[in-house]
């Protein structure tokens, strides 16, 4: 019985070793820190990755596709459309399908009927990313012929829509190309530099102009669909969808009538053409020549003759009313103003002309060799004599001459919307003298600039706030384009004149119309006119430049007008004086039917030589 048991007993041993000491502990451990470790990655894809991964789900069913704001339209002071849009039909692609084993297909069928390179789409394609969701224009302006085709090919052109979109419109081409601007599609330069703002690739901007000026109220806000797509990216369903929202009308100063006569009245001559109202600075017109049709720029892809049409050697790009030139004669009004505010001269004052006067050891010539005998100030004006003036600068001084030439907003920015744009000019000084030309100021200088000659250098936009100074009384406006309701003492300054200052001022450029350089202007076609020519030297071997400036009615001035001749070689009075005429004709002509006479712009033969 004992055997028996011993026996039994040893059968029942003990003899398992899994589990036993440590092994149980780990085992617990490692369980609990692979379960930890899997919630841990769960919880970081779920919570951290989750937006990212759920984007990438998202962009594999759900596309985008954009659509472009329609940019607010501008509008002259009396609601006549100047700039809106039109619908062309674009192409679109959507980056992340088309690989490059599907593009070497796409690429080359798109290739023939648009006519763009697979590598032009390559480029914008790549600038999206691989991984965007949302279409990319390739082309834009397809005519009836590339709209057939794509869709007779359509089976070889996955992933390739035909949408509208809204693309700026200039019905007025190119008689408001300056003042308006144009817009153009984003540089990649711009792009990176205005992606902060809400700028996307394909997006176009103002690049000059009101456009450029007024961006960011003309350009409304991106909207577009969401869609589903299956794995094949056929449509589903629409998920949402944002309406663009347009951008913000503009009513400009600008009188469209105004505007056609001056663009009309520069004809081939290269120059420009201002008006203002000389009470506020309401800019009623603003065109230089040679110009451009600012629709081309609405185009994909610039043609060759798109190109040369705005890269020519005369720069149809620049905007000459705001660029700047000797002044010549017109400056004769600053002239007048220092003389009779230094208390120099007396609005009596008669000073002998001369054919010539050598002053300084150098002999400075009377514009007609003869002089004109005794001169007061309002006569001086009218003939325009240079001998009188130069008597004045002398008597003054330098000083006095470049004090009222910053007085009347020579040398410094005018203010308008077109900072960019515009040049400061030049109103030379004693500093600038020696740090340009290592000499001091002398009296020849002073000489130079009493008949506005020498390096002083003005805007045609800056000569006809001068021309407004006398018209309204002695205040210096700021020019403004926007359309508003303020009061005209808003928009000006005064410059603190001596009331018999501006009388002497409009007699003598009344008289210039009457008796003087302007008779021209001395027609029933439109109200008592008051004005002033000049004529500029440009350089040895090249022809002079031509401005004549101008304001009426004489009694109560509602408008004043700049014409300016870039090297037209002929005299202010012969070459823009009649583009002042047509200006002024078609201003009181059209807001005063039957007032007045008709034009007599095109058939006045009278011809006045001299400044």
């Given amino acids: 019985m004992a055997l028996f048991s011993s026996s039994f007993s040893n059968s029942k041993k003990d003899t398992r070793t899994v589990g036993r000491g440590l092994q149980s502990i780990f085992l617990i451990i490692f369980t609990l820190l692979m379960t930890t470790g899997i919630g841990v990655r769960l919880a970081y894809l779920q919570i951290v990755e989750g937006p990212k991964l759920r984007q990438r789900a998202e962009s594999n069913r759900i596309r985008m596709i954009p659509k472009l704001p329609e940019r607010g339209n501008i509008f002259d002071r009396n609601g ?7 619908y062309p039909h674009s192409v679109y692609l959507l980056p992340m399908a088309h690989t490059k084993p599907s593009w070497s297909i796409v690429g080359s069928r798109l290739e023939k009927i648009l006519h763009i390179s697979p590598e032009e789409m390559e480029k914008k394609l790549e600038e999206a990313g691989p991984n965007s969701s949302s279409l990319i224009r390739v082309a834009r302006d397809l005519n009836e012929v590339q709209i057939t085709a794509l869709k007779e090919y359509e089976s070889e052109l996955p992933e390739v829509e035909i949408n509208t979109e809204a693309v700026r419109y200039y019905p007025h081409g190119k008689a408001l190309a300056h003042v308006l601007g144009y817009t153009r599609e984003l540089t990649p330069d711009q792009l990176k530099a205005r992606k902060d703002e809400g700028y996307r690739l394909g ?5 000059m102009g009101i456009e450029k000026a007024y961006e960011k109220t003309l350009r409304g806000e991106w909207g577009g669909k969401q869609v589903e797509v299956d794995g094949t990216g056929k449509f589903i369903r629409v998920i949402g969808e944002q309406q663009a929202k347009s951008g913000t009308d503009l009513h400009l100063t600008l009188d469209l009538e105004v505007q056609k006569a001056a663009d009309k009245a520069l004809g081939k001559l290269q120059g420009a053409v201002v008006a203002i109202d000389p009470n506020n600075g309401a800019v009623l017109a603003m065109a230089s020549h040679p110009t451009f049709d600012p629709n081309i720029f609405s185009k994909q892809k610039l043609s060759q003759e798109d190109w040369q049409s705005v890269q020519g050697k005369n720069h149809p790009l620049v905007n000459r009313v705001l660029s700047a030139f000797p002044p010549a004669s017109t400056f004769k ?7 009779l505010e230094s208390g120099k001269f007396s609005p009596d004052t008669v000073l002998q002309t001369f054919g010539s006067l050598t002053i300084g050891g150098v002999t400075f010539g009377e514009w007609n060799h003869a002089g ?7 006569r001086a004006i009218a003939m325009s004599s240079d001998t009188f003036f130069y008597q004045v600068g002398r008597k003054v001084g330098g000083p006095t001459l470049i004090k009222w030439s910053r007085e009347y907003g020579f040398g410094q920015k005018t203010g308008i919307e077109f900072a960019n744009e515009e040049s400061r000019g030049l109103v030379p000084d004693e500093i600038w003298k020696q740090k340009v030309f290592k000499m001091p100021w002398t009296i020849g200088d002073t000489i130079n600039m009493s008949i506005g000659q020498g390096a002083l250098q003005v805007t045609p936009l800056q000569a006809v706030i001068m021309f407004s100074v006398p018209a309204n009384g002695g205040y210096r406006v700021k020019p403004h384009l926007l359309k508003d309701h303020e009061e005209a003492k808003s928009w000006r300054e005064s410059l603190d004149m001596k009331p018999s200052t501006i009388k002497v001022l409009r007699d003598g450029l009344r008289k210039v119309v009457t008796e003087g350089t302007g008779k021209l202007l001395n027609v029933p076609s439109i109200p008592p006119t008051s004005g002033k020519s000049g004529t500029a030297e440009a350089g040895v071997g090249r022809p002079n430049h031509t401005w004549f400036g101008a304001y009426a009615p004489s009694n109560k001035p509602e408008i004043a007008v700049v014409a300016f001749g870039e090297n037209s070689g002929g ?3 012969t070459d823009c004086g009649p583009m002042v005429l047509q200006v002024l004709e078609a201003y009181f002509q059209h807001k005063y039917p039957g007032k007045y006479l008709k034009s007599q712009s095109e058939k006045s033969s009278v011809v006045t030589p001299g400044d």
Avoid: E, M, N, Y
């Fill in 333 to 339: 009004i600053i002239t007048t103003t220092s003389g």
């Fill in 372 to 378: 004109f005998g005794p001169l007061g100030f309002p």
């Fill in 80 to 86: 006549k459309l100047l700039a809106s849009t039109r």
């Fill in 203 to 207: 997006d176009v901007i103002g690049q």
């Fill in 571 to 573: 005299h202010g009075g």
